[in-house]
């Protein structure tokens, strides 16, 4: 993956295309008009509405969206991670939101520094953000700040960096156990007399 | 020892004297448990047959399926989802094309729609006759399970005759389907769905009023619409709750506005009524296919655009400009603009949504899964909370937790 570039995100001739669409779009411009500062900027591609927000201010964009009765984005349906590598910002965290009572969609974009990747947690908001931004800091090592329980839920603990990264080399193997295994023999034979695990 | 603790935390002159010492007891349930269909692990702590705490944990069948759709072309990356959902491979094939057709912003011809929705509907039969037998089996009922089986072989001979293949499908592409429904397609398909149906009418007349499955399945499991809908659940857990929320119905895709279906739901969010609104299901998907068989229209199953959806072998082998059309789309694969898109289906257990991110070239830059057993998987937890061990298996047979697709 080292030759892949880092995309731009609309190409010049369709940007303002976009941003007009954005602005005609009812959830985009209910967000537009309440958070002005916030809302670093939308656009709309395939039907699909973005909205890229400072980091500082996502709960509180989020708290709106989910309790504005014409919004009411109750479904929190993904969390997820882009590592643009080579751009600056380098990571995106990504949010899906959906509602169930007026069946409309949005995702929600913060951009991130590589070396302040913080982003608060949406778990007060949406019970289902756990295991979500578990997965994230699992792939791409988001820290989500005040989330209840951030420790990797498809690896195991002893997993070094983060896989989802561009930079990880995809054929790059960490056996737990066995030949390979970055732990020493000594120590895992302790850890089996000691009944750790 | 456990008098000495007991005193120094204060708490012995509250607990009646003759009360035995209360210490939880952890079990572990999994990874490889007969009831725990793929590899999962659930951490209890027991008190008696009560369970007072528990910890799911995932990712025992983790196999990094959006690092690999990263470094494969477009086209590629098919084979992978059907191993997603291995329940329902069909339903994850269409879902992933239609994330990269909009992309393309590209429309199949109206029988591709058609055919899709065909292979979609049976594999969400198969999907929920694996459910149902399953569940049925892992509360004792062996003989359940063997009719719900061979109620999916029937409709496995379905996907058979359409792609060559049972379960590892690879049947649809970008653009299109591999190819077209056979002639005799039509009739196999009413013969298979009519033995289905017998089969299904039996597993039901076999469980629905079984004291023992009853008492396993009524009022166990339950939760509240509004906590599951805060959890991302969707699918039949959440319609069992009476939330009618189908992508289908919702916000349809291919041809679904065109088709006459219900959306059945649950009252109490209770085990049992998603056993219920699964075996409901089944008569919508037969009656969709029904619908999609009569009004199929005649025509081409594939986009006719030679960089998006290969051309037929007669035309590369005797045209210089498909053999070159071919040649590209093979080694560089079909490039779509520069964009994002999030594309979702109805999965066989919930909103099975595909997020993809191009830079323009044949690979996708992002390309990531949401998958319903993830988010259904979550609040089990909850579910269980303050009950009784033995619920923990309907529980987990009606989220149908399917390996594959949460741990991707």
């Known amino acids: 993956m080292s030759d892949s570039k880092a995309p731009e995100t609309s190409t010049p001739e369709s940007a303002a295309e976009e941003q007009s669409e ?73 949010y899906h939101l959906y509602s169930v009572k007026k069946n409309h969609r949005l995702r929600l974009k913060v951009a991130l520094e590589e070396k302040d990747l913080r982003v608060p947690s949406l778990t007060p908001l949406w019970v289902g953000a756990n295991w979500l931004e578990r997965e994230t800091y699992d792939m791409y090592g988001v820290q989500f700040e005040g989330h209840p329980d951030l420790r990797r ?18 054929e790059r193997r960490q056996p737990l156990i066995g030949p390979g295994s970055s732990r020493p023999a000594a120590t895992r034979r302790q850890a089996a007399t000691s009944g750790e695990e | 020892m456990a008098d000495d603790d007991r005193a120094q935390d204060g708490r012995a002159e509250l ?43 995932v990712g025992y069948l983790h196999r990094g399926f959006e690092k690999e759709a990263e470094s494969s072309l477009y086209y590629q990356v098919f084979p992978y989802t059907d191993r997603l959902n ?65 109620a999916r072989d029937q409709l496995w001979d379905l996907l058979d005759a359409m792609c060559g293949a049972r379960v590892t499908c690879n049947y649809v592409r970008i653009g299109g389907v591999s190819h ?5 397609f039509p009739a196999l398909a009413r013969e298979k769905l009519a033995k289905a149906a017998g089969l299904h009418k039996d597993l039901e007349d076999l469980l629905l009023a079984n004291p023992v499955f009853r008492e396993r399945m009524v009022g166990t499991g339950v939760l509240g619409p509004d906590e599951l809908i805060a959890y991302g659940v969707t699918g039949p857990l959440l319609r069992a709750a009476g939330v009618p929320y189908d992508v289908r ?11 006459d279906f219900d959306v059945p739901i649950g009252e109490h969010g209770d085990n049992f009524d998603r056993f219920i609104v699964r075996c409901e299901e089944l008569r919508q998907s037969a009656r969709m296919i029904e619908q ?82 993830f988010s259904n998987t979550q609040p089990l937890s909850r579910m269980i909370q303050g009950k009784m ?16 697709e949460c741990d991707r």
Not at chain 2, 305 to 319: E, L, Q, Y
Not at chain 2, 341 to 360: I, M
């Open chain 1, 22 to 94: 954005a602005a005609s779009h009812p959830v985009l411009a209910a967000l537009a008009a309440r958070f002005p500062g916030a809302v670093v900027s939308s656009q709309c591609f395939r039907g699909d509405a973005t909205a890229i927000v400072k980091s500082d201010s996502l709960k509180e964009v989020c708290a709106f969206l989910r309790d504005d009765p014409e919004l009411a984005f109750d479904m929190l349906l993904d969390v997820t991670a882009v590592d643009y590598l080579g751009r600056a910002p380098r990571f995106e965290v990504v």
């Open chain 1, 153 to 170: 839920i498809y690896l195991y603990e002893e997993f070094q960096g983060h896989p989802l990264r561009k930079d990880y080399p995809k």
């Open chain 2, 15 to 57: 607990e009646d004297a003759l009360e035995l010492p209360f210490e939880p007891m952890e079990l572990q349930m999994g990874p490889s448990h007969p009831a725990m269909h793929g590899t999962v692990k659930i951490v209890l702590k027991l008190d008696g047959e009560t369970i007072v705490g528990s910890d799911v944990e």
């Open chain 2, 86 to 150: 291995y329940s329902s491979p069909m339903i994850n094939n269409v879902g992933y094309a239609l994330a990269v057709e909009k992309l393309f912003d590209i429309s199949v011809p109206e029988r591709g729609n058609y055919v899709r929705v065909i292979a979609s509907e049976v594999s969400r039969m198969t999907d929920h006759f694996t459910c149902l037998g399953a569940a049925a089996m892992e509360l004792g009922a062996m003989t359940a399970f063997l009719y719900a089986v061979e």
């Open chain 2, 180 to 184: 077209d429904l056979g002639p005799d």
């Open chain 2, 249 to 259: 119905a919702a916000q349809p895709y291919l041809v679904y506005d065109r088709l």
């Open chain 2, 292 to 373: 999609c068989l009569a009004g199929m229209p005649e025509g081409p199953v594939d986009v006719d655009d030679a960089k998006i959806r290969w051309p037929g072998k007669n035309r590369v082998f005797n045209r210089m400009e498909e053999l070159i059309a071919q040649f590209k789309l093979v080694t560089e694969g079909m490039k779509p603009p520069i964009g994002e898109v999030y594309q979702a289906v109805e999965g066989g257990n919930g909103e099975l949504g595909f997020y993809l991110v191009s830079d323009g070239s044949g690979k996708p830059y992002k390309c990531r899964c949401r998958s319903p057993s």
């Open chain 2, 389 to 404: 061990l033995a619920d923990v298996v309907p529980t987990f047979d009606m989220i149908n937790m399917i390996g594959g």
